[in-house]
């Protein structure tokens, strides 16, 4: 691997770089009290071609590849949690799987507003009963004629309030299990689409978490996302995707607490001198500066292999894994640097630390990670 970024790449990171200096972090702190869904940064994005950065641009999107993706959302991530992961979401969970799986027409009509960030996407995997074990998928879908007929509960739904467009799977075969499954675009504005609850949570409170629940949602055969019974597929391919969008959010918030660990240590003064002279504050800023880099080499390679089409669901899961427990313990870290400072509001560590957790849990939580890396390493 060419660890030397093209001219492209560059531009693609300094616009990101830029945007989210000028634009997010202004705004992040603000964002997280108020619990507010960020618009106005979601318009810009999507003015800046960060909404369907990987779709081609026949079908609205940057035409880029993972590599340059990565790095526009680790910028983004760095300003603001809660943004990156509604970019995350729209470009990994909903444009990645119509782009791969979803037909021409299908692609005409719900990717390009997608791509362009038009219109908003959600992706309804997790029920209250199938969150690890995704395969126990509750909510059915029987045919009526042309239709498909979509009943259940679907639990924590990023971005589930303000989508329009959603990818549901749904069993139409329990006694198949996951052979069973099958997944299909819904459009928000259906009258069988009824948001249930909004859930308040410990951190990323500037995106919407949703309970949906499908009451005779009738979706047309032709909103079917591949094929009838190969959702679980759809599923898990898209995951692997998703997993490196979740993996570069936790990069960039552990890069935001180590920056602001530096910035304080170098102007905190204790014992006569700042406390970037102690020893005990440096080798605590060398340990979150290598884990960072770390994290970050392991986000690359995974997006390296998917540019390259090969399959990555290992490599995804380590940066998945390492990336969110390395967000988790940098923003331990920064807070014991800021001392009594880091566990009030008035710094961002608090911040990064509430938003760092949920890394850990979405789209796989660590443990599901391992479970992965283990089959393939033990497989190898
Ligand atoms: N790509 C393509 N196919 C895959 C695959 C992949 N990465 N992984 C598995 N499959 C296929 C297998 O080949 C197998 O196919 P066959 O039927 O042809 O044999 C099939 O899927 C079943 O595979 P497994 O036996 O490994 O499946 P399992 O039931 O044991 O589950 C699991 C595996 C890893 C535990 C999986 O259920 C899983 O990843 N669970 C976690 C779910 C998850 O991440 N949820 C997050 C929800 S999304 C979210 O958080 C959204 C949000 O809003 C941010």
Redesign the pocket.
Known sequence: MNFELTEEQRMVQEMARNFSQQKVLPLAAELDQAGRFPHELVKEMAQLGLMGMMVPAEYGGSGLETLSYVLALEEVARGCASTA?IMS?NNS?VAGPILHFGTEEQKKRYLVPIARGEKIG??C??EPNA?????NQQTSAALQGDQWILNGTKN????GKEAHTAIVFASNDREKR??GITAFIVDTENPGWKIAKIEKKLGINASS?AQIVLEDCQVPKANVLGEVGGG??VA??T??G?RIG?ATQALGIARAALEESIQYAKQREAFGQPIANLQAIQFMIADMATRVDAARLLVWRAAYLKDRGLRM?KEASMAKLFASETAMWVATKAIQVHGGYGYIKDYPVERHFRDAKITEI????SE?QR??IA?WTLAD
């Not at 969150?131 to 395969?135: E, I, L, M, V």
């Not at 924590?156 to 971005?159: D, L, M």
């Not at 979405?362 to 939580?365: H, P, R």
Request: glycine fraction near 8%; include cysteine; proline fraction near 0%.
């Open positions: 992961v979401v969970l959600c992706y995997l997790s969150g690890s074990d995704s395969a924590f739904i990023t971005n996951h052979r978490t679980f597929k898990m391919h995951l692997d998703g979740i669901s979405y789209e796989g939580t599901i479970v992965v089959k």
